[in-house]
């Protein structure tokens, strides 16, 4: 494991889904998940990349406000490391996030333990300064890893759950 992950505990646990509706009222009768802030995010050209390219996909997102949070993610267009999953794997369990100090020093661990970032998204947050580097752990993990530098503040939501 990367230096840069030792000793952190996930911040997100993220599911893939089909509907975030209906996936978050699932969340809700069995595990009292919500509340839920939703965000739906266009495609952004140059701030993501999939597969070593520039990248525009979109999706609909929820997160919760428990610890580690719950985050459900609709793929809607695009190539994408969500939509890709979804179709190879069909819903459920995606990946595991760790607030980092650094994605590039993050992603060159990861890359020097063999596992490369196979997405990367360059800016986000209401500032545009977030940004995030999802690895390739499947093979070792089943899953997988993500890294974030979250954004100072997060663009105001779309809708509610």
């Given at each position: 494991?990367?230096?840069s992950?030792?000793?952190?505990?996930?911040?997100?646990?993220?599911?893939?889904?089909?509907?975030?509706?209906?996936?978050?009222?699932?969340?809700?009768?069995?595990?009292?998940?919500g509340?839920?802030?939703?965000?739906?995010?266009?495609p952004?050209?140059?701030?993501?990349?999939?597969?070593?390219?520039?990248a525009?996909?979109?999706?609909?997102?929820?997160l919760?406000?428990?610890?580690?949070q719950?985050?459900?993610?609709?793929?809607?267009?695009?190539?994408?490391i969500?939509?890709?999953?979804?179709?190879?794997?069909?819903?459920?369990?995606?990946?595991?996030?760790?607030v980092?100090?650094?994605v590039?020093?993050?992603?060159?661990?990861?890359?020097?333990?063999?596992?490369?970032?196979?997405?990367?998204?360059?800016?986000?947050?209401?500032?545009?300064?977030?940004?995030?580097?999802?690895?390739?752990?499947?093979?070792?993990?089943?899953?997988?890893?993500?890294?974030?530098?979250?954004?100072?503040?997060?663009?105001?939501?779309?809708?509610?759950?």
């Amino acid at each position: 494991m990367a230096p840069s992950l030792e000793g952190l505990a996930p911040f997100q646990i993220a599911f893939v889904v089909r509907d975030v509706e209906r996936a978050a009222r699932e969340f809700d009768a069995r595990l009292g998940a919500g509340p839920w802030r939703g965000w739906v995010f266009g495609p952004q050209g140059q701030g993501r990349e999939y597969r070593g390219r520039p990248a525009e996909w979109s999706l609909r997102l929820v997160l919760n406000t428990r610890s580690p949070q719950y985050e459900l993610i609709e793929p809607l267009d695009g190539p994408s490391i969500h939509a890709d999953w979804l179709e190879e794997r069909g819903e459920g369990f995606h990946h595991v996030g760790y607030v980092v100090a650094s994605v590039k020093q993050t992603s060159a661990e990861m890359e020097a333990a063999g596992h490369p970032a196979i997405a990367r998204i360059h800016s986000f947050g209401a500032a545009g300064d977030g940004r995030a580097a999802y690895y390739d752990t499947v093979d070792a993990l089943g899953f997988l890893v993500e890294a974030v530098e979250p954004p100072s503040e997060m663009p105001s939501t779309d809708f509610t759950l």
